[in-house]
């Protein structure tokens, strides 16, 4: 089987710096993705790791090490505007398309 | 990108009626997702939709509860049948990105109240 482990909640205050890791036991996966919800909307994709190392999408960046079942998503110069839910999620290897996805991480930005 | 509208958008129903969830994309793809997000939880995948073949149902999930039809390659539909309050959530669904490395579109999601 496959599960994915994110803290519930990360506070931090505008243009400060979050990591929202993710731990996962999974027999086989092809990469590790990020999703941002806003409430009340639709997820949108943010990032994709298939292999191991740092990808930088502007103000977020993601990281995977597969050795450590370990992956983060960093948000930097953090605005109002970034107060959401963020998922990791992985494509299963016993069908394409399928996206397992963490329980997610609620992310509070204050002033 | 995919461009992915729902119907309806939210609706509250009595306990042991059924409602049909409609998903339209903008493009033709091959395979469509129905997800259920419970109030404050992640998404959990009910199946998978291929056009012209019987959708495939994740574990804990049955075709008596949730008959999903899909008739062409841009329109889905999900119902959820004899409902009862816990099946009260957001359904949501969503495709594949074209070319994109491993993107997933969602559509803007149906909010359920089961009374």
């Known amino acids: 089987g496959q599960s994915l482990e994110q803290p519930s909640e990360v506070t931090a205050v505008e243009g400060a710096i979050v990591q929202i890791n993710c731990t996962y036991q999974?027999?086989?996966?092809?990469?590790l993705s990020w999703y941002q919800q806003h409430d009340g909307g639709a997820p949108t994709f943010l990032s994709y790791?298939?292999?191991?190392g740092l990808e930088e999408t502007g103000r977020f960046s993601s990281f995977l090490s597969r050795s450590d079942s370990y992956g983060y998503l960093l948000l930097q110069e953090l605005q109002m505007k970034d107060s959401a839910s963020y998922f990791c999620?992985?494509?299963?290897?016993?069908?394409?398309?399928?996206?397992?996805f963490g329980a997610g991480t609620q992310v509070v930005v204050t002033p | 990108s995919a461009v992915i509208s729902q119907k309806p958008s939210r609706d509250i129903c009595q306990r042991g009626t059924s409602l049909t969830i409609q998903c339209q994309v903008d493009?033709?793809?091959?395979?469509m997702f129905w997800y259920r997000q419970q109030p404050g939880q992640s998404l959990t995948l009910i199946a998978t939709?291929?056009?012209?073949?019987?959708?495939?149902?994740e574990s804990g999930f049955v075709i008596d509860k949730f008959p999903i039809s899909r008739p062409n390659l841009t329109f889905s539909t999900l119902t959820v049948s004899n409902m009862s309050p816990e099946d009260s959530s957001i359904y949501l669904c969503?495709?594949?990105?074209?070319?994109?490395?491993?993107?997933?579109?969602f559509g803007p999601g149906t909010r359920l109240t089961v009374l």
């Open positions: 969503s495709v594949e990105g074209q070319g994109v490395a491993d993107t997933q579109y």
């Open positions: 999974t027999s086989g996966f092809y990469g």
């Open positions: 790791n298939a292999l191991d």
């Open positions: 999620a992985v494509r299963r290897t016993d069908s394409w398309g399928k996206l397992q």
């Open positions: 493009s033709q793809v091959t395979m």
């Open positions: 939709a291929n056009q012209g073949s019987e959708a495939t149902y």
